[in-house]
C-alpha cells in the first residue's frame, strides 16, 4: 500500500478542538484571573470548615462589633459577636451551591428542549418556542417571589424558582446554535454512517454547541448568584442563623450605624465573584470569535 | 415524462444494481410577504436512469440541475414525492424511513465538502468507526484494528487514527470520508463532488483512489460533479442534468465526443481546454443568458431560452427522453438536425 | 519587459499572526503586469495568491497581518509608502477588485444602481444624477439587458453570473488601470464562466484596462492571459508567457500540476498526481521548498541549496535548480487529446 503523504512532517502533539479552545481562554490574563478567583471560591466552599478560625455560628456576645484586625477577629465580628471571616467562608457554600441549583435546573430545560427545537424543527419548535416565550415574559425574581409565597420561604424553592425562570435564555442560545449545526454536512453524514436521530443529536449536535453554552452558563452563573443573594438580603433565601453573603449583606445593612465595616466583605465577595463570572463568559465568547474567525 | 426503464441501460446486461424510475422532488419556494405560499421549484422533475453492479454513472449538471438532490433522495436523506427505487430486487421507498437505517450499509455517500463533512470535535478513529459501532457493535479494541486496516486501504498511517479533522489537509479528510463510507462494505457509493472542493494535484489522488478501491473490492458508484472532465475520467456511462431532468445520458466516450444535446456541446465548448493556441482558436459555444429559475421553467423545452437551435416546436413542446436503442437516449426535438448540420 | 510594467511587484513579503506568531505565507512575491496586460497568478490552496493580491489592494488586515520588507509599485509610485487615506483615492480609480464570491459582496439593502453610483460619486465627485447615468451605462457595458431597469433592482433578484456581471461593473466604473481578479469565475457554472471570461476579454480590449487574474484553474489562464506567474508555497516558481508555459514549461511544479488535470489523462488509466501536501508556513523544509514532493529533486542539492527565480531565456524564469543548472530538458506536459487533435489541426492549417 502507497502512503501518499510520507513527506508531511510528522506532528506529535494531537489537540483536540477542546484543547485548542482551551488554550485560547487561558491565553487571556483576565480569563486566567477570574478561574484563580472563582477556584478560590470554590476551595473555600469545600474547606469552610477547616480553615475557618472559629465556629461561624458561635456567638461571642462579649465582642460584637468589633472592627477588623481586633485580635483574632482579621474581618472584626458581627451584632452577635459571630467572627465574619469564618461567616464568610462557610457562606460561599451557599453562593457556590445556590447557582449551582439554578444553572443546573436551566441547563437541564435549556438544553434538551433546545436541541429538540432546533433539531426536530416544525410543530415541535414552535410549540416550545412560544412556551419559552411564555417563561420568558416572567421575571425571574417574580417568580421566585411567587414559589415562595406558596412555598414559604427557603432557598432550594426559590434557586429553582430562577433555574426555571432563567432555561429560556439558554433554550434559545441552544436552539439557535443547533439550527446552524443541524445544517452542516457532518449531520447528514452522521445519518448515511446509519445514526439514530437520538445519536445524533446527543454524539454530534451537543459538543458542537457547547461553546456558545459555556459561555451563557457563566453569565447565568452570575445572575443566579446575584439572585440568591438578593432574596436573602431580603431575608427570603437562606434561613438564619446560616450564612450566606446575601444574608451578611442584610445584617450589615441593619447595623450600618454600630458597624459600617460590615458591608464591606459580603459586598467585596459578591462583586468579584459576580465579576469572574461576567468576565469570564465575555473571554470565552471572544475566544469562540477568534476560533471562528482563523479558521 | 415517463421512459422505460430498459432504455437507458444497455441491452445484454443482467438485472442492474440499481433502478430509478420516474423520480421527483419539488421544494416549496419560501412565501413571499404576508406568508403568500410561494411556489414550487422542482428539483428533480422524472428522472429515470439505471447503474449496473460494478459500474460507475457519472452525472454532470451545473448548479439548479437537480444532481446532487437526485443523489440525495437515492439514500432517502430527502423524501421522494413520487418514483420508484429499487436497488438490488428490492424496493428502498417501502421501507419506512426507520428500517431504512439498516439498508445504509448498502449504500453510503461522500460528501463534496471535506471541511463539514466531518464531526470537527471527533478523532478520526471515532468518526470512521462510528458504523463499525452501529452496524457491527464491535468494541473499542476491534474496532480501532478494524480502522487501521481502512486507513492503511485508502492511504493514511494507522497513527492518523489519534488525530482530528482541523489537524489534516484537505485531501487527507476526503479520504477519511471514503474511509468511514467503505468501513460498511457498501455496494453503491454515491460520491456528490466528492473531489470539487479539492486542489487540482491532490484530486487526481482521490480520482485514482476512489477507481482503484472499485477494482478491489468491487464497488458501484454514482459520480454526481459540475465538471464534465472529471465525470469523463470516472464514469462508464454519464448522464447529463438540465433543471431537474436528464436530457442526455450514454456511454462516456459517446457524450463527452459525440454530445447529441445541444446543451451538452455548449457545456463541453465552455469547458477551457488547457492549451492557449487551441483554446483561443477552437470554435466555441456561447449560450447567453444563465439557467432560468427553477421556479419558474420555460414552456416547451427547458432549454429553449439558451439554445442556438430553439425551433417553433422547442417553444411549444417538451421533449422527451429518447432512446435509440443501442443504450443512448436524449431529449432534444432538434437533435436529429443538429446531427446533420454537424456533420 | 520591452514596456515599463504598470504594476511591479518586488521581493514582497507577508507575514500573518496566529496563535504560534508570525507566520511567513508570502516570502520574496515577484510580478509584473504590463499596461493593458493580462498576468496570471496560479497556485493552489496555500501558495499566497490571493493574499499577494489583496496586499495590491492594501486590503490586509492590519491588527493580524504585516509587510516586513518588499515593494508594490503601480505605474512607478510604492503603494506600501502610501497611507490608508493616501491610498483610498487611487482603489477605484486606478485599481479595482472583484472577487469569487458574488453573492456576498454585494450590500442587500441598496438597489445595484445606488451601489455603483455610490463608488462614482465618492471617487469622482459627480452628482447624484450623472454618478446614476454613470451606473446604468456601465451595467450595460458589462452586458446586463435592460440595464435602466435593472439598476433599480436589489442584488437578490440577479442570478450569480448577473451579479458578477454587477461587480465588474462596479470594479470598473470609474476606469481602473488594473482589475485584480481574485478567482472570479470559481463559484459560477462553466457556461457561465466562459460568459464572463469573454465579456473581460472584451473589457479588456475596448478599455485597455490590465487585470490580474488570480486562479488555481490552468484552462482559464490558457483561455485568458498573456503572462503568467506560478506560485508554490509563498514564492513564485515559475514565470513565463502563457503559451511558453503550457508547451515547455521550466518548473517540476508546472509540469506536475498540467499533468494533474483529468483532461490530461486517457480515461481508464490513473491521473498523474503531485504526491504529499502543501507544507505549512511554519514548517518549511529546508532548500527548494518543492523538493520533498518533486520527483527530479536531487539529494544533496535540492534539499540543501534555497533556490532562487532565475532568468533563463528573455521572457522567463525558474526558481528550480536543476533547470538552471540545465540539468532538466524535458519535463513532460499536457496530452489532452482534445489538445492533440486540435494541435495536429491547426499545423495542417499553417503548413
Given at each position: 500500500?502507497?502512503?501518499?503523504?510520507?513527506?508531511?512532517?510528522?506532528?506529535?502533539?494531537?489537540?483536540?478542538?477542546?484543547?485548542?479552545?482551551?488554550?485560547?481562554?487561558?491565553?487571556?490574563?483576565?480569563?486566567?484571573?477570574?478561574?484563580?478567583?472563582?477556584?478560590?471560591?470554590?476551595?473555600?466552599?469545600v474547606?469552610?470548615?477547616?480553615?475557618?478560625?472559629?465556629?461561624?455560628?458561635?456567638q461571642?456576645?462579649?465582642?460584637?462589633?468589633?472592627?477588623?484586625?481586633?485580635?483574632?477577629?482579621?474581618f472584626?465580628?458581627?451584632?452577635?459577636?459571630?467572627?465574619?471571616?469564618?461567616?464568610?467562608?462557610?457562606?460561599?457554600?451557599?453562593?457556590?451551591?445556590?447557582?449551582?441549583?439554578?444553572?443546573?435546573?436551566?441547563?437541564?430545560?435549556?438544553?434538551?428542549?433546545?436541541?429538540?427545537?432546533?433539531?426536530?424543527?416544525?410543530?415541535v419548535?414552535?410549540?416550545?418556542?412560544?412556551?419559552?416565550?411564555?417563561?420568558?415574559?416572567i421575571?425571574?425574581?417574580?417568580?421566585?417571589?411567587?414559589?415562595?409565597?406558596?412555598?414559604?420561604?427557603?432557598?432550594?424553592?426559590?434557586?429553582?424558582?430562577?433555574?426555571?425562570?432563567?432555561?429560556?435564555?439558554?433554550?434559545?442560545?441552544?436552539?439557535?446554535?443547533?439550527?446552524?449545526?443541524?445544517?452542516?454536512?457532518?449531520?447528514e453524514?452522521?445519518?448515511?454512517?446509519?445514526?439514530?436521530?437520538?445519536?445524533?443529536?446527543a454524539?454530534?449536535v451537543?459538543?458542537?454547541?457547547?461553546?456558545?453554552?459555556?459561555?451563557?452558563?457563566?453569565?447565568?452563573?452570575?445572575?443566579?448568584?446575584?439572585?440568591?443573594?438578593?432574596?436573602?438580603?431580603?431575608?427570603?433565601?437562606?434561613?438564619?442563623?446560616e450564612?450566606?453573603?446575601?444574608?451578611?449583606?442584610?445584617?450589615?445593612?441593619?447595623?450600618?450605624?454600630?458597624?459600617?465595616?460590615?458591608?464591606?466583605?459580603?459586598?467585596?465577595?459578591?462583586m468579584?465573584?459576580?465579576?469572574?463570572?461576567?468576565?469570564?463568559?465575555?473571554?470565552?465568547?471572544?475566544?469562540?470569535?477568534?476560533?471562528?474567525?482563523?479558521? | 415524462?415517463?421512459?422505460p426503464?430498459?432504455?437507458?441501460?444497455?441491452?445484454?446486461?443482467?438485472?442492474?444494481?440499481?433502478?430509478?424510475?420516474?423520480l421527483?422532488?419539488?421544494?416549496?419556494?419560501?412565501?413571499?410577504?404576508?406568508?403568500?405560499r410561494?411556489?414550487?421549484?422542482?428539483?428533480?422533475?422524472?428522472?429515470?436512469?439505471?447503474?449496473?453492479?460494478?459500474?460507475?454513472?457519472?452525472?454532470?449538471?451545473?448548479?439548479?440541475?437537480?444532481?446532487?438532490?437526485?443523489?440525495?433522495?437515492?439514500?432517502?436523506?430527502?423524501?421522494?414525492?413520487?418514483?420508484?427505487?429499487?436497488?438490488?430486487?428490492?424496493?428502498?421507498?417501502?421501507?419506512?424511513?426507520s428500517?431504512?437505517?439498516?439498508?445504509?450499509?448498502?449504500?453510503?455517500?461522500?460528501?463534496?465538502?471535506?471541511?463539514?463533512?466531518?464531526?470537527?470535535?471527533?478523532?478520526?478513529?471515532?468518526?470512521?468507526?462510528?458504523?463499525?459501532?452501529?452496524f457491527?457493535?464491535?468494541?473499542r479494541?476491534?474496532?480501532?484494528?478494524?480502522?487501521?486496516?481502512?486507513?492503511?486501504?485508502?492511504?493514511?498511517?494507522?497513527?492518523?487514527?489519534?488525530?482530528?479533522?482541523?489537524?489534516?489537509?484537505?485531501?487527507?479528510?476526503?479520504?477519511?470520508?471514503?474511509?468511514?463510507?467503505?468501513?460498511?462494505?457498501?455496494?453503491?457509493?454515491?460520491?456528490?463532488?466528492?473531489?470539487?472542493?479539492?486542489?487540482v494535484?491532490?484530486?487526481?489522488?482521490?480520482?485514482?483512489?476512489?477507481?482503484?478501491?472499485?477494482?478491489?473490492?468491487?464497488?458501484?458508484?454514482?459520480?454526481?460533479?459540475?465538471?464534465?472532465?472529471?465525470?469523463?475520467?470516472?464514469s462508464?456511462?454519464?448522464?447529463?442534468?438540465?433543471?431537474?431532468?436528464?436530457?442526455?445520458?450514454?456511454?462516456?466516450?459517446?457524450?463527452?465526443?459525440?454530445?447529441?444535446?445541444?446543451?451538452?456541446?455548449?457545456?463541453?465548448s465552455?469547458?477551457?481546454?488547457?492549451?492557449?493556441?487551441?483554446?483561443?482558436?477552437?470554435?466555441?459555444?456561447v449560450?447567453?443568458?444563465?439557467?432560468?429559475?427553477p421556479a419558474?421553467?420555460?414552456?416547451?423545452?427547458?432549454?429553449?431560452?439558451?439554445?442556438?437551435?430553439?425551433?417553433?416546436?422547442?417553444?411549444?413542446?417538451?421533449p422527451v427522453l429518447?432512446?435509440?436503442?443501442?443504450?443512448?437516449?436524449?431529449?432534444?426535438?432538434?437533435?436529429?438536425v443538429?446531427?446533420?448540420?454537424?456533420? | 519587459?520591452?514596456?515599463?510594467?504598470?504594476?511591479?511587484?518586488?521581493?514582497?513579503?507577508?507575514?500573518?499572526?496566529?496563535?504560534d506568531?508570525?507566520?511567513?505565507?508570502?516570502?520574496?512575491?515577484?510580478?509584473?503586469?504590463?499596461?493593458?496586460?493580462?498576468?496570471?497568478?496560479?497556485?493552489?490552496?496555500?501558495?499566497?495568491?490571493?493574499v499577494?493580491?489583496?496586499?495590491?489592494?492594501?486590503?490586509?488586515?492590519?491588527?493580524?497581518?504585516?509587510?516586513?520588507?518588499?515593494?508594490?509599485?503601480?505605474?512607478?509610485?510604492?503603494?506600501?509608502?502610501?497611507?490608508?487615506?493616501?491610498?483610498?483615492?487611487?482603489?477605484?480609480?486606478?485599481?479595482?477588485?472583484?472577487?469569487?464570491?458574488?453573492?456576498?459582496?454585494?450590500?442587500?439593502?441598496?438597489?445595484?444602481?445606488?451601489?455603483?453610483?455610490?463608488?462614482?460619486?465618492?471617487?469622482?465627485?459627480?452628482?447624484?444624477?450623472?454618478?446614476?447615468?454613470?451606473?446604468?451605462?456601465?451595467?450595460?457595458?458589462?452586458?446586463?439587458?435592460?440595464?435602466a431597469?435593472?439598476?433599480?433592482?436589489?442584488?437578490?433578484?440577479?442570478?450569480?453570473?448577473?451579479?458578477?456581471?454587477?461587480?465588474?461593473?462596479?470594479?470598473?466604473?470609474?476606469?481602473?488601470?488594473?482589475?485584480?481578479?481574485?478567482?472570479?469565475?470559481?463559484?459560477?457554472?462553466?457556461?457561465?464562466?466562459?460568459a464572463?471570461?469573454?465579456?473581460?476579454?472584451?473589457?479588456?480590449?475596448?478599455?485597455s484596462?490590465?487585470?490580474?487574474?488570480?486562479?488555481?484553474?490552468?484552462?482559464?489562464?490558457?483561455?485568458?492571459?498573456?503572462?503568467?506567474?506560478?506560485m508554490?508555497?509563498?514564492?513564485?516558481?515559475?514565470?513565463?508567457?502563457?503559451?511558453?508555459?503550457?508547451?515547455?514549461?521550466?518548473?517540476?511544479?508546472?509540469?506536475?500540476?498540467?499533468?494533474?488535470?483529468?483532461?490530461?489523462?486517457?480515461?481508464?488509466?490513473?491521473?498523474?498526481?503531485?504526491p504529499?501536501?502543501?507544507?505549512?508556513?511554519?514548517?518549511?523544509?529546508?532548500?527548494?521548498?518543492?523538493?520533498?514532493?518533486?520527483?527530479?529533486?536531487?539529494?544533496?542539492?535540492?534539499?540543501?541549496?534555497?533556490?532562487?527565480l532565475?532568468?533563463?531565456?528573455?521572457?522567463?524564469?525558474?526558481?528550480?535548480?536543476?533547470?538552471?543548472?540545465?540539468?532538466?530538458?524535458?519535463?513532460?506536459?499536457?496530452?489532452?487529446?482534445?489538445?492533440?487533435?486540435?494541435?495536429?489541426?491547426?499545423?495542417?492549417?499553417?503548413s
Open positions: 500500500m502507497t502512503v501518499v503523504d510520507a513527506p508531511e512532517p510528522a506532528s506529535a502533539r494531537a489537540r483536540s478542538p477542546m484543547q485548542v479552545f482551551t488554550r485560547r481562554v487561558l491565553r487571556s490574563k483576565v480569563n486566567l484571573a477570574c478561574l484563580v478567583f472563582l477556584g478560590l471560591v470554590v476551595v473555600c466552599a474547606f469552610a470548615p477547616l480553615l475557618a478560625p472559629f465556629d461561624p455560628n458561635l461571642h456576645l462579649d465582642s460584637r462589633y468589633l472592627p477588623p484586625f481586633s485580635g483574632p477577629y482579621v472584626g465580628t458581627d451584632d452577635l459577636g459571630r467572627d465574619v471571616l469564618s461567616r464568610a467562608l462557610l457562606a460561599s457554600r451557599v453562593s457556590v451551591v445556590a447557582p449551582l441549583i439554578s444553572v443546573g435546573v436551566a441547563l437541564t430545560l435549556g438544553v434538551s428542549f433546545g436541541l429538540a427545537a432546533g433539531y426536530v424543527g416544525g410543530w419548535d414552535s410549540v416550545l418556542s412560544r412556551l419559552a416565550d411564555a417563561v420568558n415574559a421575571p425571574a425574581l417574580v417568580l421566585a417571589l411567587a414559589v415562595i409565597a406558596v412555598l414559604g420561604p427557603g432557598l432550594v424553592n426559590a434557586m429553582l424558582a430562577v433555574g426555571l425562570a432563567s432555561a429560556p435564555r439558554l433554550f434559545r442560545v441552544v436552539r439557535g446554535a443547533t439550527l446552524a449545526v443541524r445544517e452542516e454536512t457532518y449531520i453524514a452522521a445519518t448515511v454512517v446509519g445514526c439514530s436521530s437520538l445519536r445524533t443529536v454524539v454530534h451537543l459538543p458542537n454547541v457547547r461553546s456558545p453554552l459555556l459561555v451563557q452558563t457563566s453569565l447565568l452563573m452570575s445572575f443566579a448568584l446575584l439572585a440568591e443573594a438578593s432574596l436573602s438580603f431580603l431575608g427570603l433565601g437562606i434561613q438564619p442563623p450564612p450566606s453573603w446575601g444574608a451578611m449583606l442584610r445584617t450589615a445593612f441593619e447595623q450600618q450605624f454600630l458597624g459600617p465595616w460590615l458591608v464591606v466583605v459580603p459586598g467585596l465577595l459578591i468579584c465573584t459576580v465579576l469572574s463570572f461576567n468576565l469570564l463568559g465575555d473571554g470565552i465568547r471572544d475566544a469562540i470569535g477568534r476560533e471562528r474567525g482563523t479558521r | 415524462m415517463r421512459q426503464a430498459e432504455a437507458v441501460s444497455a441491452p445484454t446486461e443482467p438485472a442492474p444494481l440499481l433502478e430509478v424510475e420516474d421527483r422532488k419539488s421544494f416549496p419556494r419560501g412565501g413571499g410577504l404576508l406568508g403568500r410561494g411556489t414550487a421549484v422542482r428539483a428533480v422533475d422524472g428522472v429515470s436512469f439505471t447503474i449496473r453492479a460494478g459500474e460507475t454513472l457519472g452525472i454532470v449538471g451545473e448548479s439548479g440541475s437537480g444532481k446532487s438532490t437526485t443523489g440525495r433522495l437515492l439514500l432517502r436523506l430527502l423524501e421522494p414525492d413520487s418514483g420508484r427505487l429499487h436497488f438490488d430486487g428490492r424496493d428502498l421507498l417501502a421501507e419506512s424511513r428500517a431504512f437505517r439498516h439498508r445504509r450499509r448498502d449504500l453510503q455517500m461522500i460528501f463534496q465538502d471535506p471541511y463539514a463533512s466531518l464531526d470537527p470535535t471527533k478523532t478520526i478513529g471515532t468518526s470512521v468507526g462510528e458504523p463499525l459501532r452501529i457491527d457493535k464491535l468494541a479494541r476491534e474496532r480501532d484494528n478494524r480502522v487501521r486496516e481502512l486507513l492503511g486501504l485508502v492511504g493514511l498511517r494507522p497513527d492518523h487514527l489519534s488525530r482530528y479533522p482541523s489537524e489534516m489537509s484537505g485531501g487527507q479528510r476526503q479520504r477519511v470520508a471514503i474511509a468511514r463510507a467503505l468501513s460498511v462494505a457498501p455496494r453503491l457509493l454515491v460520491a456528490d463532488e466528492a473531489v470539487s472542493a479539492l486542489d494535484s491532490t484530486q487526481s489522488d482521490v480520482l485514482n483512489l476512489m477507481r482503484r478501491l472499485q477494482r478491489e473490492l468491487d464497488l458501484t458508484y454514482l459520480f454526481i460533479s459540475h465538471n464534465l472532465s472529471v465525470v469523463r475520467h470516472m462508464d456511462r454519464i448522464a447529463v442534468m438540465y433543471l431537474g431532468r436528464i436530457v442526455e445520458i450514454g456511454p462516456a466516450d459517446q457524450v463527452h465526443l459525440e454530445p447529441r444535446h445541444p446543451y451538452t456541446r455548449a457545456l463541453l465552455a469547458i477551457p481546454v488547457p492549451d492557449p493556441l487551441v483554446q483561443r482558436t477552437r470554435p466555441r459555444i449560450l447567453t443568458g444563465d439557467v432560468p429559475d419558474h421553467p420555460p414552456q416547451g423545452c427547458n432549454f429553449v431560452t439558451r439554445c442556438p437551435h430553439a425551433a417553433p416546436v422547442c417553444h411549444e413542446v417538451d429518447e432512446p435509440d436503442g443501442g443504450g443512448y437516449a436524449v431529449a432534444c426535438h432538434m437533435s436529429g443538429t446531427r446533420e448540420r454537424q456533420r | 519587459m520591452s514596456p515599463e510594467p504598470l504594476l511591479r511587484i518586488r521581493d514582497l513579503r507577508i507575514e500573518f499572526a496566529d496563535d506568531g508570525w507566520q511567513r505565507v508570502v516570502d520574496g512575491a515577484h510580478l509584473d503586469v504590463r499596461p493593458g496586460g493580462a498576468r496570471a497568478l496560479v497556485g493552489e490552496s496555500g501558495s499566497g495568491k490571493t499577494t493580491a489583496l496586499a495590491v489592494m492594501g486590503l490586509l488586515p492590519r491588527r493580524h497581518s504585516r509587510i516586513p520588507t518588499g515593494r508594490i509599485e503601480l505605474a512607478g509610485q510604492n503603494l506600501l509608502d502610501l497611507t490608508e487615506r493616501q491610498l483610498r483615492p487611487i482603489r477605484g480609480t486606478e485599481l479595482a477588485m472583484i472577487f469569487q464570491e458574488p453573492m456576498t459582496s454585494l450590500n442587500p439593502a441598496y438597489t445595484v444602481g445606488e451601489q455603483i453610483a455610490e463608488t462614482v460619486r465618492v471617487h469622482t465627485g459627480a452628482s447624484r444624477k450623472d454618478a446614476w447615468r454613470r451606473a446604468v451605462e456601465v451595467l450595460g457595458e458589462v452586458g446586463i439587458p435592460a440595464a431597469r435593472r439598476a433599480a433592482e436589489y442584488p437578490h433578484t440577479f442570478s450569480g453570473g448577473m451579479r458578477q456581471r454587477v461587480m465588474i461593473a462596479m470594479a470598473i466604473s470609474c476606469r481602473p488601470k488594473l482589475l485584480i481578479a481574485d478567482e472570479p469565475t470559481t463559484a459560477l457554472d462553466v457556461t457561465v464562466q466562459a464572463i471570461l469573454a465579456l473581460l476579454r472584451e473589457l479588456q480590449e475596448t478599455t484596462m490590465a487585470v490580474l487574474l488570480v486562479t488555481h484553474d490552468l484552462g482559464v489562464v490558457a483561455d485568458f492571459c498573456d503572462d503568467v506567474t506560478v508554490y508555497a509563498g514564492q513564485p516558481v515559475e514565470e513565463a508567457d502563457t503559451v511558453e508555459l503550457f508547451a515547455s514549461p521550466r518548473h517540476p511544479y508546472t509540469s506536475g500540476l498540467l499533468r494533474a488535470m483529468p483532461q490530461s489523462a486517457h480515461p481508464g488509466l490513473d491521473l498523474s498526481s503531485i504529499g501536501v502543501v507544507p505549512r508556513a511554519d514548517r518549511m523544509p529546508p532548500g527548494c521548498r518543492f523538493h520533498p514532493r518533486c520527483s527530479h529533486a536531487q539529494e544533496g542539492l535540492c534539499d540543501i541549496v534555497e533556490p532562487d532565475l532568468p533563463l531565456d528573455g521572457t522567463r524564469a525558474s526558481r528550480c535548480l536543476r533547470i538552471q543548472r540545465g540539468e532538466l530538458d524535458e519535463l513532460s506536459r499536457i496530452v489532452d487529446d482534445r489538445v492533440v487533435a486540435a494541435r495536429a489541426d491547426l499545423d495542417r492549417r499553417s
